[in-house]
Nanobody, 117 residues
Framework: QVQLVESGGGLVQAGGSLTLSCVVSGAIFALGDIGWYRQAQGQKRDFIGKITNNLQPDYATTMKERFTISRDNFKQTAFLQINSLKPEDTAVYYC???????????WGQGTQVTVSL
């Protein structure tokens, strides 16, 4: 059974850093890519980046500067580090798992990040 659980969100001050975690259960972690997205209130869900099962990250053009995606294959956990946080980073952050061996991607429930001035 595939399950994704995000954690690490919370209330942080602008300028700080935060690392979100995504624990993935099931074989999909070793077989596919882990993606990170965010969705601000009233906005569409935006792609931040992804990391392949052979540890190659790929970022959306606007997300390259302050976002870092990594994964620990032994712990079946992916990470999203966000530096120099800004109020506009306030959103629910989601991770996803996708593999050609599965019919559809899987999503976590999201974790809220709120950045205050």
């Amino acid at each position: 059974q595939v399950q994704l659980v995000e954690s690490g969100g919370g209330l942080v001050q602008a300028g700080g850093s935060l690392t979100l975690s995504c624990v993935v259960s099931g074989a999909i972690f070793a077989l596919g890519d882990i993606g990170w997205y965010r969705q601000a209130q009233g906005q569409k869900r935006d792609f931040i980046g992804k990391i392949t099962n052979n540890l190659q990250p790929d970022y959306a053009t606007t997300m390259k500067e302050r976002f870092t995606i990594s994964r620990d294959n032994f712990k079946q956990t992916a990470f999203l580090q966000i530096n120099s946080l800004k109020p506009e980073d306030t959103a629910v952050y989601y991770c996803s798992a996708e593999s050609p061996y599965y019919e559809h991607p899987f999503w976590g429930q999201g974790t809220q990040v709120t950045v205050s001035l």
